[in-house]
Nanobody, 116 residues
């Protein structure tokens, strides 16, 4: 059974940091590219960051470049999103996504709220 379980969300003040984790199971994690998306109320889902399965460069939305970092630990079947200098506009539900040419898997999401 394929599972992607996000954690690490919460309430943080502007300028603060959070690290999101996404634990994967039920598929060969190292063979999948991984992405983080977010969706704020009333807005379309937005790609935040992505990285391929083996090597290759990461990519980021312009709105998070220099503040967010995506990384993965294939030994732990986990992808991370380090988020620094958070802004109120980063408030959203964050979802991880695993993809290859055949399959596309999604987690349920974790809420991130940036507010004073």
């Amino acid at each position: 059974q394929v599972r992607l379980v996000e954690s690490g969300g919460g309430l943080v003040q502007p300028g603060g940091s959070l690290r999101l984790s996404c634990a994967a199971s039920g598929f060969t994690f190292s063979s999948y590219g991984m992405k983080w998306y977010r969706q704020a109320p009333g807005k379309e889902r937005e790609l935040v960051a992505g990285m391929p399965s083996a090597g290759g460069s990461t990519r980021y939305a312009d709105s998070v470049k220099g503040r967010f970092t995506i990384s993965r630990d294939d030994a732990k079947n986990t992808v991370y999103l380090q988020m620094n200098n958070l802004k109120p506009e980063d408030t959203a539900v964050y979802h991880c996504n695993a993809w290859n040419l055949q399959y596309n898997y999604w987690g349920q999401g974790t809420q991130v709220t940036v507010s004073s």
